[in-house]
């Protein structure tokens, strides 16, 4: 009897273990994604802005820099939002 319990409980964990894997892989999938579009956007705005002057420029990659930050953060919030619920 005992061993079935630990038996079944190895498994479980395991398959828990795989679960877990699974789910980071598909975090890191979308993570990638995000930052794939983000690059994107951002040598689209880089290109758009290149007309005007250089100060301008640095000031706007600043500015550029903090809103890819928030944006991973707010990712990083939703990932772990999603984590919670599949719990």
Do not use: E, G, V, Y
């Not at 794939?36 to 007309?51: A, F, G, L, N, V």
């Amino acid at each position: 009897m005992m061993l079935m319990m630990i038996m079944t409980t190895t498994t479980m964990t395991i398959t828990m273990m795989m679960l877990m894997m699974m789910m980071m892989m598909m975090m890191m999938m979308m993570m990638m994604m995000m930052m794939m579009m983000m690059m994107m956007m951002m040598m689209i705005m880089m290109k758009k802005k290149k007309k005007k002057k250089m100060m301008m420029k640095k000031k706007k990659k600043k500015k550029m820099m903090m809103m890819m930050m928030m944006m991973m953060m707010m990712m990083m919030m939703m990932m772990m939002m999603m984590t919670t619920r599949n719990k």
